[in-house]
């Protein structure tokens, strides 16, 4: 079974899933004093279909409660996991 970790990379604004170490996608966003706001996300085509895009914004939604922030979701793929995880939406920004 292969390690995937999720993990954030602030130098490069996103939140990286990798699979045994090699990055396999990543959720780019855009800092704000009060939020972090999801512009894109991208699974690399030798990784499709392994839920890796899910595996990555439910670790990437944890981190931010973790640390009590919030966050606009402008990225259709993460705004689309936020409709079937409710669970999640309280984390949008007013």
Do not use: W
Not at 41 to 54: D, V
Not at 58 to 68: E, P, Q, S, W, Y
């Amino acid at each position: 079974m292969p390690e995937v970790t999720v993990a954030d990379n602030p130098e490069r604004s996103r939140y990286e899933v990798t699979v045994d170490g090699a990055v396999a996608g990543f959720a780019a966003y855009v800092r704000h004093p009060d939020h972090l706001n999801f512009t894109h996300t991208e699974i690399g085509s030798e990784y499709g279909g392994q839920g890796l895009g899910g595996k990555l914004v439910a670790g990437a939604l944890a981190d931010v409660r973790g640390k009590g922030g919030r966050i606009v979701a402008t990225c259709p793929f993460v705004r689309s996991y936020l409709e079937k995880h409710p669970e999640h939406r309280d984390l949008l920004k007013n």
